[in-house]
C-alpha cells in the first residue's frame, strides 16, 4: 500500500462475518481485511500484527499444502495510516448490518491484510471491463462420522448440518429448514449434486451468495432477510447464459436459466488438477461413514418412490471439494473422542503454562506444524504429544468444514484463443473461471469446549424433536393396519 495515495473514497463495503470486516478497492482487484473485537475488548498494535502474521502463515504453510496453491491466496500484512482507517471507518459504517455492529473495526493499530478480490478471476490485477460473476458457496461437512468413539447412533445415520437445520429455525436464526445436505454436493453425482445446488438457490441461508461485478445480488442475511426471488435473479443471469437469443421472460425463462447456472457450477466444482497434498491422508483414514445421509430430503424422496439413492459417483481427485473432504477428515476421533484429549492437553497446561508456545497452540504455523498433522494414527499412547496432535488435527478439520469456495465466471470474448485460463461451457456460451478458497482461518483451540457442548444440543434437540414425530408417524401406521386382514390365494 502506498502510503500517500490511500482515498477512503476509493474503497467500498464488501463484507463482514464474526471477525473481520472486509472493504474492496474500486479498480483494483483487491481488497483490505481488517479485525473485529468488541467495543470493551482492545489489543495491543503488535497483538493485532501477530494475529494477523499467523493467518497469512497457516494459509501459506498448511492450507496451500493441502488444496493447491492456485486455490489458496495467502496475501499480506499491511501497514495503513491510521487517518486513512479512521475515514473508512466512518464511510461504510451506515452500510453494515446492525446485526453485526455489536463489534467495532480496528482503527488503532493500523494493520489489515491486503488480498485478491476472490469476486474477480484471478489472473489480472486491474479488474476487466467485461461482466464478472461470481458464485460463494460454503459446503459444510461433507462426511458422517465414521469414528468408533461417537455415542449417539443418529450421528452415524444423519450428518451434522441437517440436525443442526432444526435447532436453528427452532431458535429463529432462520425461517425455515433447508433442503441442501453437503452429501449429495460432495457426493460427485451430478445428480445429487444438482438438487444439492438448487437447494442452496431456494433456501440460501449463509451458505450461498452470488456476486455480479464484485457486487452482492443474491444471498441471505438472517431470518429477516426477503424470501428468495428466482425471477430476480434470472434477470441478472439471463445476459450471461442466453446472450441475444430471445428467450422469452416467466416462470419456463427462469427455470432454464437458473438449470444452466447449477450446470455450469457443477462442471466447475468437478474440474482442476491443481496439486496439493491432501490425497495422500486418504490411504491413513481408515473406514468411512454411510455415503447418504438418512435426512436428506433427495434420498427421502426416492425411499418414498422405493429407489435407492445413487450413493456416489466419486469426485476426482484433483477437484477441490475432493481435497477439501480430505482436511475435513482429519477429525478422526469426531468431537466425542477428542474432547477428552482436549482435557488431557489443558491439565498439561495448568501445571506447566509456559510450555503453550512450545505446543505451538498460537502458532507459529510453520512446516514442522503442517508435518505433525500427517499423523493419522488413532491409537492413544497416552500421551500429551498424541493428545496434541489430535487437538490440532481436529482444529485444521473444523477449517475446513466453514470454508468458503468462490467461483467466479466471465463469458468468453469471440477470440479466446490466447486465454490460457480454464474454460467451462453452457448450452449457448462458454465461460472462463477461477475457483478459490476464502474463510482459512484457523480455528481457535478455546472453541473446543463450545463445540463439544453445541453438538450434544444439536444431537438431542434432534432426536427429541424430529426423531420422535417420526417414532409417532410410524405408530399410527401401525395401530392403522391393526385390523387389516391378510388373505392368500391360491394360484
Not at 463495503?13 to 467495543?39: D, M, T
Amino acid at each position: 500500500m502506498e502510503e500517500g495515495k490511500m482515498d477512503e473514497n476509493e474503497w467500498g463495503y464488501h463484507g463482514e462475518g464474526n471477525k473481520s470486516l472486509v472493504v474492496a478497492h474500486a479498480q483494483r482487484c483487491v481488497v483490505l481485511r481488517f479485525l473485529k473485537f468488541p467495543p470493551n475488548r482492545k489489543k495491543t498494535s503488535e497483538e493485532i500484527f501477530q494475529h494477523l502474521q499467523n493467518i497469512v502463515d497457516f494459509g501459506k504453510n498448511v492450507m496451500k499444502e493441502f488444496l493447491g496453491e492456485n486455490y489458496v491466496h495467502c496475501g499480506e500484512v499491511v501497514q495503513l495510516p491510521l487517518e486513512f482507517v479512521k475515514q473508512l471507518c466512518l464511510k461504510i459504517q451506515s452500510e453494515r448490518p446492525e446485526s453485526r455492529c455489536d463489534k467495532d473495526l480496528d482503527t488503532l493499530s493500523g494493520y489489515a491484510m491486503c488480498l485478491p478480490n476472490l469476486t474477480r478471476l484471478q489472473t489480472y490485477r486491474f479488474a476487466e471491463h467485461r461482466p464478472i460473476l461470481c458464485v460463494e458457496i460454503k459446503p459444510k461437512c461433507g462426511f458422517i462420522p465414521f469414528s468408533s468413539d461417537v455415542t449417539h447412533e443418529m450421528k452415524h445415520k444423519v450428518c451434522r448440518y441437517c440436525m443442526h437445520q432444526h435447532l436453528k429455525v427452532a431458535t429463529g436464526k432462520w425461517r425455515k429448514i433447508s433442503r441442501y445436505c453437503p452429501l449429495d454436493l460432495y457426493s460427485g453425482n451430478k445428480q445429487r449434486m444438482h438438487f444439492a445446488l438448487k437447494s442452496l438457490l431456494q433456501e440460501a441461508q449463509n451458505n450461498l451468495k452470488i456476486f455480479k461485478n464484485g457486487e452482492l445480488i443474491y444471498g441471505c442475511k438472517d431470518a429477516r432477510s426477503p424470501v428468495a426471488d428466482w425471477s430476480e435473479l434470472a434477470h441478472h443471469l439471463k445476459p450471461f447464459f442466453f446472450p441475444s437469443n430471445g428467450l422469452a421472460s416467466g416462470p419456463h425463462c427462469t427455470r432454464a436459466v437458473i438449470r444452466e447456472l447449477v450446470h455450469v457450477i457443477t462442471r466447475v466444482l468437478l474440474s482442476g488438477s491443481d496439486k496439493g497434498r491432501a490425497g495422500s491422508l486418504r490411504a491413513g483414514l481408515g473406514p468411512q461413514g454411510p455415503r447418504v445421509c438418512g435426512a436428506s430430503p433427495f434420498s427421502r424422496s426416492l425411499r418414498c418412490q422405493g429407489k435407492n439413492t445413487p450413493e456416489r459417483s466419486g469426485l476426482p481427485k484433483g477437484c477441490l471439494l475432493y481435497k477439501t473432504l480430505q482436511v475435513q477428515m482429519l477429525d478422526l476421533l469426531d468431537i466425542e473422542g477428542l474432547y477428552p484429549l482436549y482435557n488431557r492437553v489443558e491439565r498439561y497446561l495448568e501445571e506447566f503454562p509456559e510450555e503453550r508456545k512450545t505446543l505451538q497452540i498460537d502458532g507459529p504455523y510453520d512446516e514442522a506444524f503442517y508435518q505433525k498433522l500427517l499423523d493419522l494414527s488413532t491409537e492413544d499412547d497416552g500421551t500429551v504429544a498424541f493428545a496434541l496432535t489430535k487437538v490440532q488435527q481436529y482444529r485444521v478439520a473444523m477449517t475446513a468444514k466453514d470454508c468458503s469456495i468462490m467461483i467466479a465466471l466471465s463469458p468468453c470474448l469471440q477470440d479466446a484463443s490466447s486465454d490460457q485460463r480454464p474454460v467451462v461451457p453452457s448450452s449457448r456460451s462458454r465461460f472462463a473461471f477461477s475457483v478459490s478458497v476464502l474463510d482459512l482461518d484457523l480455528k481457535p483451540y478455546e472453541s473446543i469446549p463450545h463445540q463439544y457442548k453445541l453438538d450434544g444440543k444439536i444431537v438431542n434437540y434432534y432426536s427429541k424433536t424430529v426423531c420422535a414425530k417420526d417414532n409417532a408417524v410410524m405408530s399410527t401406521r401401525f395401530k392403522e393396519s391393526e385390523d387389516c386382514t391378510l388373505v392368500l390365494h391360491k394360484v
